[in-house]
């Protein structure tokens, strides 16, 4: 009862480092609140296999669900799974990724249990809340922090009355950090068709395919990433030219990617990918408030803009005032000349 | 066969063009200087509805909107490009509603509309990026929801056949219907305005954007042709529960909206003279930070 819980999602038996991030955080929420961490894995043959990946993070009881057609995910029996087991478990928190799969999930299952959800949050914290209305006092409630209305605003979130107060958070935003390689927790096989009715399989997954990453933003030491101001595809070649002298990875702000300058999942930010690399680069970046939320844990930035009060400059080591496409050009060309 | 399709769509501030002025001096959004438009994916969403409508002749699209009055210019847009009626729900008691009480509000609207089989929305609106209520209008109607659709690939037998993007690639489903779908950016874009409909269509109205004082002008033609007023429905048309509309039947509650500024830097600043751009090149490789 009261606990927090995880959904964790498994692609085959692997699961994802997204659920990972989200147990080592789900331990420290649940270490200050005083309650035990309990996560959900749910696939095909998975026994066996995934509670070694869970239970080092601190896992106080796993429920492993384990059926034909748990895998590949469908909407309808996760949904069933989570509802059914909350009813019965009652917890007070309850995250999971922020992904195809958690924002497909999440909603589903918050409008069933009409308890709130807080999507792709970019920090959690435990506080005490004033109703101003009602005039009540509130202990221990999650702050779901995220940027909202296009960037210009960071917003907390409280679910006062409703449980479990529930929220999802992108891949790469929480640390994965192990607690004990050898922390004891229960595992509890659960009765799949308890939980799931058999007219819940009605969505067919008919054919899928997967692939690696094609980037390596999230291992990457330095990135070299565009924004609007890089001006169109062929000028976003410049950072490649760049990022492959100095060995480094290349990202694309939203606006980047909206405009049609990079691919969408080279997309740096809120809704793309959070990066922590030793050295980042902005180009023509302004600096939204969505685009930092993914990239502000960078050590050295370093900021090519035209204008030099962008706000990315306010979090720059070094500023270099000029448009993209006449300073890049100069940084291969000294590059070359002085790293030889 | 024919189907009965509708296509959710939203007014949202345009936050892809925010201004200097878009904040005001308390750090409060000023909704005024954001030009309100048709919520980009949900354009995505209607171009798929009106295929599915020239593909099985006899079906018919309508289009949902929540909002003030004036997102009925959302319904005629969506008239101009073929839909053939709208829906604008309206009423103070919709107000300050998060992704759970506007889903039960749309989901009221489609019961009361009635019979539908495939209910369409864009993936996520730009204002809110939450996603959430497209899946929990399915689960309120409980029907299934395939959210991330690319491509519509078929639709017979009382199944549709859907491409979807995945995290890390995309995958075929099919599922019975009804059934609701969100709709990526990536899906093709919608087509174009029709000038024989927006001709047609132009004085669209709901009820509420109307002069009350009789001043309505062409009042005859509302008269002569019944399309030209937008329906527009309140929670109690709907049979709403107020207690589940808007602020009251929201779980989430804004406890603080900041204005993140941030913390400058000690920062270097640099020309993009040549001299300066090598002088940087070699403090960068001196102290390590490249190469």
């Given at each position: 009862?009261?606990?927090?819980?995880?959904?964790?999602?498994?692609?085959?038996?692997?699961?994802?480092?997204?659920?990972?991030?989200?147990?080592?955080?789900?331990?420290?929420?649940?270490?200050?609140?005083?309650?035990?961490?309990?996560?959900?894995?749910?696939?095909?043959?998975?026994?066996?296999?995934?509670?070694?990946?869970?239970?080092?993070?601190?896992?106080?009881?796993?429920?492993?669900?384990?059926?034909?057609?748990?895998?590949?995910?469908?909407?309808?029996?996760?949904?069933?799974?989570?509802?059914?087991?909350?009813?019965?478990?009652?917890?007070?928190?309850?995250?999971?990724?922020?992904?195809?799969?958690?924002?497909?999930?999440?909603?589903?299952?918050?409008?069933?249990?009409?308890?709130?959800?807080?999507?792709?949050?970019?920090?959690?914290?435990?506080?005490?809340?004033?109703?101003?209305?009602?005039?009540?006092?509130?202990?221990?409630?999650?702050?779901?922090?995220?940027?909202?209305?296009?960037?210009?605003?960071?917003?907390?979130?409280?679910?006062?009355?409703?449980?479990?107060?529930?929220?999802?958070?992108?891949?790469?935003?929480?640390?994965?950090?192990?607690?004990?390689?050898?922390?004891?927790?229960?595992?509890?096989?659960?009765?799949?068709?308890?939980?799931?009715?058999?007219?819940?399989?009605?969505?067919?997954?008919?054919?899928?395919?997967?692939?690696?990453?094609?980037?390596?933003?999230?291992?990457?030491?330095?990135?070299?990433?565009?924004?609007?101001?890089?001006?169109?595809?062929?000028?976003?070649?410049?950072?490649?030219?760049?990022?492959?002298?100095?060995?480094?990875?290349?990202?694309?702000?939203?606006?980047?990617?909206?405009?049609?300058?990079?691919?969408?999942?080279?997309?740096?930010?809120?809704?793309?990918?959070?990066?922590?690399?030793?050295?980042?680069?902005?180009?023509?970046?302004?600096?939204?408030?969505?685009?930092?939320?993914?990239?502000?844990?960078?050590?050295?930035?370093?900021?090519?803009?035209?204008?030099?009060?962008?706000?990315?400059?306010?979090?720059?080591?070094?500023?270099?005032?000029?448009?993209?496409?006449?300073?890049?050009?100069?940084?291969?060309?000294?590059?070359?000349?002085?790293?030889? | 066969?024919?189907?009965?399709?509708?296509?959710?769509?939203?007014?949202?501030?345009?936050?892809?063009?925010?201004?200097?002025?878009?904040?005001?001096?308390?750090?409060t959004v000023n909704r005024a200087a954001l030009p309100a438009i048709f919520n980009p994916e949900d354009l995505n969403a209607l171009e798929q509805a009106l295929r599915l409508k020239e593909q099985n002749p006899g079906s018919t699209v309508?289009?949902?909107?929540?909002?003030?009055?004036?997102?009925?210019?959302?319904?005629?847009?969506?008239?101009?490009?073929?839909?053939?009626?709208?829906?604008?729900?309206?009423?103070?008691?919709?107000?300050?509603?998060?992704?759970?009480?506007?889903?039960?509000?749309?989901?009221?609207?489609?019961?009361?509309?009635?019979?539908?089989?495939?209910?369409?929305?864009?993936?996520?609106?730009?204002?809110?990026?939450?996603?959430?209520?497209?899946?929990?209008?399915?689960?309120?109607?409980?029907?299934?929801?395939?959210?991330?659709?690319?491509?519509?690939?078929?639709?017979?037998?009382?199944?549709?056949?859907?491409?979807?993007?995945?995290?890390?690639?995309?995958?075929?489903?099919?599922?019975?219907?009804?059934?609701?779908?969100?709709?990526?950016?990536?899906?093709?874009?919608?087509?174009?305005?029709?000038?024989?409909?927006?001709?047609?269509?132009?004085?669209?109205?709901?009820?509420?954007?109307?002069?009350?004082?009789?001043?309505?002008?062409?009042?005859?033609?509302?008269?002569?042709?019944?399309?030209?007023?937008?329906?527009?429905?309140?929670?109690?048309?709907?049979?709403?529960?107020?207690?589940?509309?808007?602020?009251?039947?929201?779980?989430?509650?804004?406890?603080?909206?900041?204005?993140?500024?941030?913390?400058?830097?000690?920062?270097?600043?640099?020309?993009?003279?040549?001299?300066?751009?090598?002088?940087?090149?070699?403090?960068?490789?001196?102290?390590?930070?490249?190469?």
């Amino acid at each position: 009862m009261n606990n927090v819980f995880v959904y964790c999602e498994i692609e085959k038996t692997i699961v994802e480092e997204v659920s990972l991030e989200l147990l080592t955080k789900g331990r420290k929420l649940a270490d200050q609140l005083g309650v035990e961490l309990e996560a959900i894995c749910a696939g095909t043959d998975i026994k066996g296999k995934v509670e070694s990946q869970v239970l080092p993070y601190g896992v106080d009881k796993l429920h492993i669900f384990d059926a034909e057609g748990l895998f590949p995910y469908t909407s309808k029996p996760h949904t069933s799974i989570l509802v059914n087991l909350f009813k019965q478990e009652k917890p007070q928190i309850c995250l999971m990724g922020a992904t195809v799969i958690g924002r497909d999930l999440g909603p589903r299952v918050s409008s069933c249990l009409k308890s709130g959800l807080t999507a792709d949050c970019t920090a959690l914290k435990i506080g005490e809340y004033d109703d101003t209305k009602s005039g009540k006092h509130y202990d221990q409630l999650l702050y779901q922090i995220r940027p909202a209305f296009g960037g210009n605003i960071v917003a907390t979130i409280v679910n006062p009355d409703h449980r479990p107060q529930m929220a999802t958070v992108r891949s790469g935003v929480m640390k994965a950090e192990t607690k004990d390689p050898n922390y004891k927790g229960e595992v509890i096989i659960q009765d799949v068709a308890k939980f799931v009715p058999e007219t819940d399989f009605v969505v067919k997954v008919l054919d899928r395919h997967v692939e690696k990453a094609k980037n390596n933003l999230k291992g990457a030491s330095i990135i070299v990433s565009g924004g609007y101001g890089v001006g169109s595809r062929e000028d976003f070649n410049l950072l490649y030219e760049f990022a492959q002298e100095i060995h480094a990875e290349v990202g694309g702000s939203r606006a980047a990617a909206d405009a049609g300058f990079c691919d969408c999942d080279l997309q740096i930010g809120q809704t793309g990918v959070t990066v922590r690399p030793k050295v980042y680069i902005a180009c023509g970046i302004s600096g939204a408030i969505q685009h930092v939320a993914g990239m502000k844990e960078s050590g050295i930035v370093i900021s090519i803009n035209t204008d030099p009060d962008a706000p990315i400059n306010q979090l720059a080591d070094y500023v270099i005032v000029g448009s993209v496409q006449e300073v890049l050009p100069k940084l291969i060309k000294y590059y070359k000349k002085n790293s030889k | 066969m024919s189907y009965k399709i509708v296509v959710l769509a939203k007014q949202v501030p345009d936050t892809r063009n925010v201004g200097k002025d878009a904040m005001t001096p308390e750090g409060t959004v000023n909704r005024a200087a954001l030009p309100a438009i048709f919520n980009p994916e949900d354009l995505n969403a209607l171009e798929q509805a009106l295929r599915l409508k020239e593909q099985n002749p006899g079906s018919t699209v309508s289009i949902l909107t929540m909002g003030p009055p004036r997102a009925t210019e959302v319904i005629r847009e969506g008239l101009y490009r073929g839909v053939d009626n709208g829906y604008l729900l309206t009423d103070r008691a919709f107000a300050g509603a998060d992704t759970l009480a506007t889903s039960y509000a749309l989901s009221m609207a489609i019961r009361k509309i009635g019979g539908c089989d495939i209910i369409m929305g864009g993936r996520q609106a730009i204002d809110g990026d939450t996603a959430q209520v497209g899946p929990q209008v399915a689960e309120k109607l409980g029907i299934n929801q395939v959210t991330y659709t690319e491509e519509i690939l078929s639709l017979k037998d009382g199944k549709i056949t859907v491409k979807r993007h995945i995290d890390g690639g995309v995958e075929t489903v099919e599922a019975p219907l009804p059934v609701l779908l969100t709709v990526n950016s990536t899906a093709d874009p919608c087509r174009p305005r029709n000038a024989k409909l927006l001709m047609k269509y132009k004085r669209a109205m709901a009820p509420m954007e109307m002069p009350q004082d009789g001043t309505l002008p062409y009042a005859e033609q509302y008269k002569k042709k019944p399309y030209l007023t937008v329906t527009q429905w309140s929670v109690a048309d709907v049979d709403g529960d107020l207690q589940q509309c808007g602020l009251a039947g929201s779980p989430t509650k804004v406890k603080a909206v900041q204005n993140i500024v941030f913390k400058a830097k000690e920062s270097k600043t640099f020309t993009a003279s040549d001299g300066d751009v090598e002088a940087l090149i070699q403090e960068l490789l001196a102290n390590h930070t490249i190469g």
